[in-house]
């Protein structure tokens, strides 16, 4: 009912059951990514319609107000009607055009899930696995993809970390703070196996690794080391370097320089964070990151105002109450 519902908000017609996609769910995500629509508004309206988000996660997810998000999800589905463009289920043909928004869909959706944009709930499991089913289900359809292979093994190495990511009291776990016998081993091992599917057909001739590929080739590099301590910051860096070239976004650039502090020390990587932080000043991880940095470098007084931003930009109660924990633990006369 909720699944053709959805669909009647972008069409008129009928459900189609026939198409190169078997899957109810992953069928309506590719029908909604149309090419017609710019690439984050498909992937705004799929995530409104099929994944179930708000449009204040969507939001958040494109780090956006939400008003602007709900003006662009009503944008997409006017052109929709009045254009008249036909939302049929895809042909063979339409899957390769229209892959590349449904796997931006998938990935957003487990990222809510992974770490809930605000409320009581810091991991919804029922997003995670949901995404990781399509994942599968899309790895089986297009098993050559190497994007594809790469999304599925991305997703299996994070999750494979959900046990150990919260505090019996509920607070958020840093991964360098986390039982790493608490992982799942066997999703740990399933996600190695694909990665190393993705360098094997590059070896091979095949085409440069894609977004999806480096990001699971790092989280490889992190689900390795027996220890932080023994992680490798090194190939961290160089695949990041790699990523920059693919997609260089702030957010991209964010996460490399907390590599990068790893490797050279935090001040480097601090006046490398301070190069987005312009752009990411809404995006709570960033203020985090730099309070974080901050501290190792013996600026309490700023890193206290760095957590307070932080902490101002984010309603998650487990990354609240490990924020908190953090700035309270500073040194300093106008400890709180």
């Not at 999800?73 to 043909?93: D, F, M, Q, W």
């Not at 985090?288 to 101002?312: I, S």
Request: charge should be neutral; aromatic fraction near 4%; hydrophobic fraction near 45%.
């Amino acid at each position: 009912m909720k699944q053709e519902a959805a669909y009647r908000l972008v069409d008129d017609s009928p459900p189609v059951t026939t198409g190169a996609v078997e899957d109810d769910r992953l069928r309506l995500v590719f029908t909604c990514c149309h090419p017609a629509l710019a690439t984050e508004a498909r992937v705004a309206l799929t995530l409104r319609l099929i994944g179930g988000l708000t449009v204040a996660e969507i939001a958040r997810a494109f780090l956006v107000q939400e008003a602007t998000m709900a003006q662009r999800i009503t944008r997409a589905k006017a052109k929709i009607k009045a254009a008249h463009i036909p939302h049929r289920v895809p042909s063979e043909g339409d899957v390769r055009e229209r892959l590349a928004g449904v796997l931006a869909v998938v990935f957003l959706i487990f990222n809510e899930g992974y770490l809930a944009s605000y409320g009581d709930q810091a991991l919804r499991a029922d997003l995670t696995d949901e995404a990781i089913r399509l994942g599968r289900l899309l790895h089986t359809l297009l098993p050559d993809d190497g994007e594809v292979t790469g999304l599925l093994a991305l997703m299996l190495l994070t999750d494979a970390r959900r046990s150990a990511r919260l505090s019996p009291t509920g607070a958020l776990v840093t991964l360098a703070e986390q039982d790493r016998g608490r992982w799942d081993r066997a999703l740990i091992r399933e996600g190695h196996v694909l990665v190393h599917e993705c360098v094997d057909a590059v070896a091979s001739g095949g085409d440069p690794p894609g977004r999806y590929q480096l990001l699971a080739a790092i989280n490889a590099v992190h689900t390795h080391a027996r220890s932080a301590r023994e992680t490798d910051w090194g190939q961290v860096v160089t695949v990041y370097d790699r990523l920059v070239l693919v997609d260089p976004s702030p957010i991209v650039r964010l996460n490399r320089a907390v590599a990068v502090a790893e490797l050279y020390g935090a001040a480097r990587g601090l006046a490398e964070v301070d190069e987005v932080a312009g752009v990411l000043d809404g995006y709570h991880a960033m203020h985090a990151t730099r309070a974080d940095l901050l501290r190792r470098l013996g600026r309490e007084g700023d890193a206290r105002a760095a957590y307070d931003r932080a902490l101002a930009l984010t309603d998650n109660r487990a990354e609240r109450t490990y924020l908190a924990r953090q700035r309270d633990d500073l040194p300093g006369p106008d400890r709180k």
